[in-house]
């Protein structure tokens, strides 16, 4: 469990970046600054799609919300 909250919020702090605000992120370029697994990474991701922080974009990119 704190592995994955961690997890999170990495990820919430990535993906609300000034550079994913107005372009989005690659989720390849999540993985490789966050460290996380891919399958972690996907459920997390998720996680926060569903809570409404982030959307997912055409091609496998994410901006924050």
Not at 15 to 38: A, K, N, W, Y
Not at 51 to 59: F, V
């Amino acid at each position: 469990f704190f592995k994955q909250k961690t997890a999170y919020e990495m990820l919430r702090s990535l993906v609300g970046s000034e550079m994913c605000i107005e372009t989005g992120v690659h989720v390849d370029i999540l993985q490789e600054r966050s460290g996380i697994p891919v399958p972690e990474l996907m459920q997390v991701l998720c996680e926060l799609e569903l809570a409404g922080r982030i959307r997912s974009l055409p091609g496998k990119m994410y901006v924050s919300v």
